[in-house]
């Protein structure tokens, strides 16, 4: 016949005494109270671990820490545990690691472990910019906490500050990039749930402003500019470059002399330099071949086409051509990137197959079949393209302008 154990009191807990040697004061059910020679009381559950039916002991505190009332729940939960085969002992070592790693999972380890996934799908320039911007606003103050703990107000209430300040594009990027930071740490089970994702909708979009750039018929002015600007060569020749090739600042300002192919007169600027990650061919004319020729003696020895004046191990800061621009008179009415929208305004205006503008713009084409047929076909049309658009640069030189069908004997081959 199974021992009858009476349940323990809370008086009989309390002025339990110690003894010469630990011994136990049985609750019932696995529960039991050990005293300790040194006076100290602790709550122990003693069970059969599920399948291999070893006993075990459970720690459930000491007393008074954990009131007897309190002991009897744990020994519920343990045994409802036992009762679906889960060793409680295992489940409580469980549990205690995963707290332990979302209280070491800060803001700050989660951050670097995804900047460095991040940094190699994307341009080094981006790559610093982002880290500046959240080791200048978000670390100091956020960087300790555990990513778990993190909640909106938390966050808006840092952000806050940025955006009194106007700098609302600021604002835009810091909330991605927290958000980039959450859903990281959500896909790798870190966290379960992303408190973060509505943040952005506590500040004022940033305005949408368009890059300044000139009107077609604008451009013989800016050309006479152009022409008697106070300029090094160097960077005079630059515009040109970013003017007749129709590139972005970053790939003009990179341009290297083997990305030159001098047999098939095309310039190759890889992938990994351009915005959208695929390579882009852009067909050389008479005018941009010329180019090259007047930087050679300048920088045919070595790796950029337009090296950097401080440091000619590098190129020239993809800001120049702003900056040259701005001094020029044309603040606020150009920058560098508005010559690929003056280029796109004219080549549409003067009838060019859409296709082949945006080819030669490297804009992005959703339709993959599409694409390859670009490549294929849309190079020599595209030639065809950037001998126009050279020659029409040449004649607002001299102030005239281009109509497409005065273009009639042009060195295109194909």
Partial sequence: MAKIISPLTSTEVKHAKPKEKEYNLADGNGLMLRIKPSGSKIWLFNYYRPFTKKRANLGFGQYPDVTLAKAREKRAEARALL????????????????????????????????????????????????????DLHVM?????????????????DIIKPISE????????????????????????????????????HAFEAPKVRNMPTLKPD???????????????????????WQLHTITRAGEAAGAKWAEIDFT????????????????????????????LARMKPLSGHKDYIFPSYNNPLTHT????????????????????HGLRSLASTTLNEQGFDADVIEAALAHADKNEVRRIYNRADYLERRRKLMYWWSEHIEQAQIGKTTQKNNIINLKVQG
Wanted: glycine share 4%; with cysteine.
């Fill in 317 to 336: 800061n993809p800001s120049t051509v702003n900056m040259a621009i701005k001094r020029m008179g044309y603040k606020d009415k150009l920058v560098g």
């Fill in 83 to 134: 009762a679906d085969d889960i060793d409680p002992k295992d489940h409580k070592n469980q549990h205690a690691q995963a707290e332990k790693e979302r209280l070491t999972n800060t803001l700050q380890t989660l951050y670097l472990t995804w900047f460095n996934v991040k940094k190699s799908e994307i341009k080094e320039n981006t790559a610093n910019e982002i880290k500046r911007m959240l």
């Fill in 264 to 291: 098939e007169n095309v310039w190759v600027i890889p992938a990994e330099r351009m915005k959208m990650k695929r390579e882009h061919l852009i067909p050389l004319t008479d005018k941009t071949l010329d180019i």
């Fill in 218 to 240: 604008e451009l013989p002015k800016f050309m006479e500019d152009l022409k008697y600007a106070s300029i090094k060569l160097t960077t005079l020749l630059l515009i040109e």
């Fill in 165 to 200: 300040k106007g700098k609302l594009e600021t604002v835009k990027r810091i909330c991605q990039r927290l958000n980039n930071i959450m859903i990281f740490a959500l896909n790798t089970g870190v966290i379960n749930n992303n408190p973060l994702s509505g943040i952005n």
């Fill in 140 to 156: 100091p103050k956020l960087g300790s906490i555990a990513i778990s703990k993190l909640t909106a107000p938390m966050v808006i």
